[in-house]
């Protein structure tokens, strides 16, 4: 990014419409920091990946799921 705000783009009556405003803040959020990932689990080495696809599978977890190899 060059540090230029994005053009928003604009609903009657020169307004930017909802949708297009979240995504801008959604962007912003991102670039400082403040909008960061949930972890649900993490596992270590490659022996633990059977274990990695069985518990995303199970459809148990809220997040990310990361495996460390």
């Known amino acids: 990014m060059?540090?230029?705000?994005?053009?928003?783009?604009r609903a009657p009556?020169?307004?930017p419409t909802s949708a297009v405003?979240?995504?801008a803040d959604a962007a912003r959020d991102n670039r400082d920091g403040s909008l960061t990932p949930?972890?649900?689990e993490t596992y270590d080495g490659l022996e633990r990946v059977?274990?990695?696809h069985r518990f995303m599978e199970s459809n148990r977890h809220t997040g990310k799921v990361?495996?460390?190899v």
């Not at 060059?2 to 783009?9: E, H, S, V, W």
């Open 38 to 40: 949930v972890t649900a």
């Open 21 to 23: 405003k979240r995504r």
């Open 2 to 9: 060059d540090g230029t705000r994005p053009r928003l783009r």
């Open 13 to 15: 009556g020169g307004r």
């Open 50 to 52: 059977v274990d990695v």
């Open 66 to 68: 990361v495996s460390r």
